[in-house]
T-cell receptor, first 109, second 113 residues
Framework: RKEVEQDPGPFNVPEGATVAFNCTYSNSASQSFFWYRQDCRKEPKLLMSVYSSGNEDGRFTAQLNRASQYISLLIRDSKLSDSATYLCAPRGGGFKTIFGAGTRLFVKA | ETGVTQSPTHLIKTRGQQVTLRCSSQSGHNTVSWYQQALGQGPQFIFQYYREEENGRGNFPPRFSGLQFPNYSSELNVNALELDDSALYLC????????????FGEGSRLTVL
């Protein structure tokens, strides 16, 4: 089993749609959780951090369920500019951050 | 941007050669992590350096090695290059501690022929 598993996607949604991505992690020692956004052939950039049960930043909401070792990312009112790959990244023992394979999102006009 | 710089940005090598990739971390960051990202995959953790000591390693063979210098810049060395080493190599710096957000450089794209 992989340490971090994400919905493989791709997700194809129209502008204005709400879309949710799921992520599960196997390391129960993980303390911090992150969502990164990666545009094509670019470096990942931090989208959101999650330290407790959840976090909200504008159109983006992340939720954490430690008991189920599950993290989600919800994007409301999708924009064309949201088209990217979203990487789930728990930070576990030894302060290592491990990334999932990513979920690709395409937002269409 | 992030203040993390990597060099070179692109390079082409042949099988069996050796390569050194360099990273300057963001000012004030004492931790550097290196990742390998193959096309269509997520970043794979290679290793991490904290105050010049390796303090974590992923599932990579010993021909992947690294260094961190007193100014917290870092090098990734790969010996005996193989075709499968072709990838984007990402360096990320962080301030360590509990929070641990990573700040990535733009990466070094390595092609092995």
């Amino acid at each position: 089993r992989k340490e971090v598993e994400q919905d493989p996607g791709p997700f194809n949604v129209p502008e204005g749609a709400t879309v949710a991505f799921n992520c599960t992690y196997s390391n129960s020692a993980s303390q911090s959780f992150f969502w990164y956004r990666q545009d094509c052939r670019k470096e990942p950039k931090l989208l959101m951090s999650v330290y407790s049960s959840g976090n909200e930043d504008g159109r983006f909401t992340a939720q954490l369920n430690r008991a189920s070792q599950y993290i989600s990312l919800l994007i409301r009112d999708s924009k064309l500019s949201d088209s990217a790959t979203y990487l789930c990244a728990p930070r576990g023992g030894g302060f290592k951050t491990i990334f999932g394979a990513g979920t690709r999102l395409f937002v269409k006009a | 941007e992030t203040g993390v710089t990597q060099s070179p940005t692109h390079l082409i090598k042949t099988r069996g050669q050796q390569v050194t990739l360099r990273c300057s971390s963001q000012s004030g960051h004492n931790t550097v992590s290196w990742y390998q990202q193959a096309l269509g995959q997520g970043p794979q953790f290679i290793f991490q350096y904290y105050r010049e000591e390796e303090n974590g390693r992923g599932n990579f063979p010993p021909r992947f090695s690294g260094l961190q210098f007193p100014n917290y810049s870092s090098e990734l060395n790969v010996n005996a290059l193989e075709l499968d080493d072709s990838a984007l190599y990402l360096c990320a710096s962080s301030g360590g501690g509990y929070t641990g957000e990573l700040f990535f450089g733009e990466g070094s794209r390595l092609t092995v022929l």
